[in-house]
RNA sequence: CGGGGCAUAGCGCAGCCUGGUAGCGCACCUGCUUUGGGAGCAGGUGGUCGCAGGUUCAAAUCCUGCUGCCCCGACCA
């Protein structure tokens, strides 16, 4: 891509509404723009960003054996009314009327919808155990959306849904979806816990989150010092009855081994299972050998743009934005210096960016007719890996001067290592 | 929903107190000169001053009401 067709849409300044750096970033970067109190549009950078972030999830969700499936953002409310939640969920479900004057709300979630679907879908036990997914947008009218996309109204999930036959089936799913969520967050390349968690309005005997550590997180986590125990700070401080949080530190660790650490936490990923509860109330009766079953049902939710704020927040610097590599929009960026009527260092640069297409490197090639600090501070705020740089110095030797995102200097290599110093 | 703040060009802001027909920096467009870390000069584009009412000869400015956005809290993926 040519940064002269690309619509950047980067900012030299800090929007005076944002708070935390991703959100600064984020802005300043081009990722996104606010339209309204937690909606945003994604433009063409964060477009693929996000895109990254989808595509993994896709690629181990499809390789732990789940279905990818698209289900609707507007669901008729009756679903609601029927499974119970339209009450309890309250005012974070949108509800509105359509021309016939019927009760619909934009989909916080969709345990009604697959429910009501596998009831035609699913025709016999032998088709269990499965589960299916979707990458979709969800709307939760939250009470005070805040920090750009970390907990906006409208925003990107992936959610998947298991059905099995009886609980020990289900717990085989469930821990195959917990494996694929483990892959999917070392491939992400973020540094991530996963504790166990309250289940909260979704309902269901047993939950674990996966969150990425952040300062700026906005959930306690505590983790023993000595063995495996880790658990969301306020499911613990319920279940001991009222604490404060902040009073675990130092305690000895529920599991009798070493004492509690607090850390603050982004959460990423949930996964639950719900057992018979929606299959119950909603009647999904699937035949079973001698009568019917009650399929045992789990969910397990990533947020997929929530996941591009907390990576952020992960990974900056004064800069800019550090994405780990799997993330970046673009692996390298290819700055010209002073082409004017220096014809060969566009023909380097051509050169280069071929060769970088040849070799499936995403490639930013930044030829507009800026200042060199111009581009410098754009592809750094921006985040993209590596910079090569080609300019006047080093025409005559042949040399490549190649700059990773961090390094304060550039260092000259030869045109030869170029794909294996971006692709390492 | 309670408490606080803000609303003037794409972004960041001044002007408001003390009313007189809107300004600065950045960005953007044109030209020339520049070009290795956010260039210089010259010229230019862009604003129903959040909305509605009121006061006044005259309102960005004063008064009233409303809306939107941000922050803190309760709540939540």
Redesign the pocket.
């Known amino acids: 891509m040519k940064a002269s067709q690309l619509i950047l849409g980067?900012?030299?300044?800090?929007?005076?509404?944002?708070?935390?750096v991703s959100?600064k970033l984020m802005i300043?970067a081009g990722l996104i723009r606010?339209v309204?109190?937690?909606?945003y549009n994604w433009l063409p950078t964060g477009k693929k960003v996000l895109q990254k972030v989808e595509n993994i999830i896709r690629e181990e969700m499809n390789f732990a054996g789940a279905q990818e499936i698209l289900m609707p953002m507007v669901q008729p409310a009756t679903l609601w009314e029927d499974s119970g939640r339209i009450d309890q969920y309250g005012q974070?479900l949108l509800v509105f009327l359509d021309r016939h004057e019927n009760k619909f709300c934009l989909g916080?979630?969709h345990e009604e919808i697959i429910t009501d679907l596998c009831k035609n879908l699913l025709t016999s036990y032998k088709q269990l155990p499965v589960t299916l997914y979707q990458i979709q947008t969800?709307f939760?009218d939250?009470?005070?959306?805040?920090?750009g996309?970390?907990?906006?109204?409208e925003?990107i999930?992936k959610d998947a849904y298991s059905f099995d036959l009886d609980k020990e089936s289900l717990g085989n799913s469930y821990l195959i979806m917990k494996e694929a969520y483990t892959k999917i967050f070392n491939k992400i390349g973020l540094d991530y816990r996963v504790v166990k968690a309250?289940?909260?309005?979704?309902g269901g005997s047993e939950s674990e989150?996966f969150h990425v550590l952040a300062e700026s997180g906005?959930?306690l986590l505590a983790f023993s010092d000595k063995s495996e125990y880790a658990i969301n700070a306020?499911l613990l401080t319920e279940l001991q009855e009222g604490q404060d949080p902040f009073s675990l530190e130092g305690k000895p660790s529920p599991d009798g081994n070493g004492i509690l650490k607090l850390k603050r936490g982004i959460?990423v990923?949930?996964i639950f299972k719900l057992g018979k509860k929606y299959s119950e109330v909603l009647n999904l009766r699937i035949p079973g050998e001698d009568h019917d079953i009650y399929p045992e049902m789990g969910c397990y939710?990533i947020?997929a743009?929530?996941i591009v704020a907390a990576a952020i927040e992960q990974n900056h610097d004064e800069?800019?934005i550090v994405w780990p590599s799997a993330l970046a929009p673009y692996q390298v960026a290819l700055v010209e210096?002073?082409?004017?009527?220096k014809k060969e260092i566009k023909d380097k640069c051509l050169e280069i960016y071929q060769l970088f297409k040849e070799n499936d490197i995403e490639v930013l090639w930044d030829d507009r007719?800026?200042?060199?600090?111009?581009k410098?501070?754009?592809m750094?705020?921006i985040g993209i890996p590596a910079?090569v740089?080609?300019?006047?110095?080093?025409?005559e030797t042949g040399e490549i001067?190649f700059?990773k995102r961090q390094d304060?200097?550039?260092e000259l290599v030869s045109h030869q290592d170029l794909i294996s110093l971006i692709k390492t």
Do not use: C, W, Y
């Open positions: 980067t900012q030299r300044e800090n929007p005076s509404d944002a708070e935390i959100h300043r606010q309204s109190s937690g909606i974070e916080p979630t969800k939760r939250e009470i005070r959306p805040r920090f996309v970390m907990r906006s109204r925003f999930m309250d289940s909260g309005a979704i989150e906005e959930d306020e959460e990923g949930h939710g947020g743009s929530r800069k800019g210096v002073n082409t004017k009527d007719d800026k200042r060199p600090g111009v410098f501070s754009d750094e705020v910079t740089i080609i300019g006047e110095r080093t025409l001067e700059k304060e200097k550039p």
